[in-house]
C-alpha cells in the first residue's frame, strides 16, 4: 500500500527556513518522480518543486526559484523540501506526490498518490 507522511511544517518568521519530510512506504521513491505541489485558500493548486526518477533531474515554480530545494535519500525512501527566505506568500499546506512515471509531471492526472499535507505558515 503506498503511503506518503509529510512532516516538518509550522509557524516561522518571514525570512526563516523550514525543511519538509516526506517518508514514503509501499513503493521506491528512486523508480517515480516526486513532488511537492502546495494549496492556499482561494488560490490554485500550485507545484512548487519536482524530481525526475532519471539524473534527479530538478524543476520549480518562477515564485520559489533559488529559494527551495528538493532533494531526496533513495537510502531512507524519504523526499525533502528545504524551504529557505520564507514569505508570507509561501503560506499554505505542502502536499508531497507521487508521479505514475519517472517523468515530470505536467498536470494532475499525472499524479497518482498525495500525502495528506502539512501546513506552513510565514507570518510575523
Known amino acids: 500500500q503506498v503511503r506518503l507522511v509529510e512532516s516538518g511544517g509550522g509557524l516561522v518568521q518571514p525570512g526563516g527556513s523550514l525543511k519538509l519530510s516526506c517518508a514514503a512506504s509501499g513503493f521506491t521513491i528512486s523508480r517515480f518522480a516526486m513532488s511537492w505541489y502546495r494549496h492556499a485558500p482561494g488560490e490554485e493548486r500550485e507545484m512548487v518543486a519536482t524530481?525526475?526518477?532519471?539524473?534527479?533531474?530538478?524543476n520549480y515554480a518562477d515564485s520559489v526559484k533559488g529559494r527551495f530545494t528538493i532533494a531526496r535519500n533513495d537510502t531512507k525512501n524519504t523526499m525533502y523540501l528545504q524551504m529557505n527566505s520564507l514569505k508570507p506568500e509561501d503560506t499554505a499546506v505542502y502536499y508531497c506526490t507521487a508521479g505514475r512515471s519517472g517523468l515530470f509531471p505536467r498536470r494532475i492526472a499525472d499524479i497518482d498518490s498525495w500525502g495528506q499535507g502539512t501546513q506552513v505558515t510565514v507570518s510575523s
Open positions: 524530481m525526475a526518477s532519471v539524473g534527479g533531474r530538478t
